[in-house]
């Protein structure tokens, strides 16, 4: 069975500093490694997903890496911003042909100005 | 935006009493999902379906039912609700494709007194 970890739960930075979020996963055999962000009281939006066959993507000030050998992803949010303060969730992509997503805890992250 | 809506989107209803929730989409995605949120769990996976009438089982479905009756409708139903039950449910749909990501609804909050 597929097991996500977040770590850390929590997370305070002040505004500019570099985010640094880490995924890990139990089983490398995975269709894609997604990036979602949640606002409170707010559903999931997608931020990034990275197939099974890359090693990385990038939007903006965002880059996720994946590197399945050691069952890890990390998110890189570059010049942190007030409004990049959310929880951010990483979620496994099953190989079955379900679409089914093994999701982490989150990492709630506060940027203070 | 998927135009995924769901309903109620609050809704407090006390233990033993039957609870319906709605999902709708305009996307005419395939698949469809349901999951339910709790502090420190992330997102775990109640029902999923792959098509009209075809549903299955995801990590947690005790207590819980779905049917899908139309490709744009997804229903989950508490038979019997328990205080266990109160929780945040999101709805997903996914094209089909993994190169695509899952689209959410905003939520439903759900407190069984």
């Known amino acids: 069975k597929q097991e996500v970890t977040q770590i850390p739960a929590a997370l305070s930075v002040p505004e500019g500093e570099n985010l640094v979020l880490n995924c890990s996963f139990t089983?490398?055999?995975?269709?894609?490694l997604q990036w979602f962000r949640q606002d409170p009281g707010k559903g999931l939006t997608s931020l990034l997903l990275?197939?099974?066959?890359?090693r990385e993507q990038t939007s903006g000030r965002l880059n996720a890496s994946l590197d399945k050998s050691s069952g890890r992803s990390t998110l890189y949010i570059a010049a942190s911003q007030p409004g990049d303060s959310a929880t951010y969730l990483c979620?496994?992509?099953?190989?079955?042909?379900?679409?089914?997503?093994?999701f982490g805890a989150g990492t709630q992250v506060v940027v203070t100005p | 935006d998927a135009g995924i809506t769901q309903s109620p989107r609050h809704k407090v209803t006390e233990t033993g009493t039957p609870v319906t929730l709605r999902c709708h989409q305009t996307e005419n995605h395939r698949y469809m999902y349901w999951y339910r949120q709790d502090p420190g769990h992330g997102l775990r996976l109640i029902h999923y379906s792959y098509g009209v009438k075809d549903t299955d089982k995801g990590e947690v479905s005790d207590g819980y039912s779905v049917s899908r009756s139309k490709t744009e409708d997804f229903l989950l139903t508490l038979e019997s609700a328990t205080s266990s039950q109160t929780s945040v449910y999101f709805c997903?749909?996914?094209?089909?494709?993994?190169?695509?990501?899952?689209?959410f609804g905003p939520g439903t909050r759900l407190t069984v007194l």
């Open positions: 089983d490398s055999a995975i269709y894609n």
């Open positions: 997903a749909t996914w094209p089909g494709r993994t190169t695509d990501t899952q689209y």
């Open positions: 990275i197939q099974s066959s890359q």
């Open positions: 979620a496994a992509g099953s190989t079955d042909s379900w679409g089914k997503l093994q």
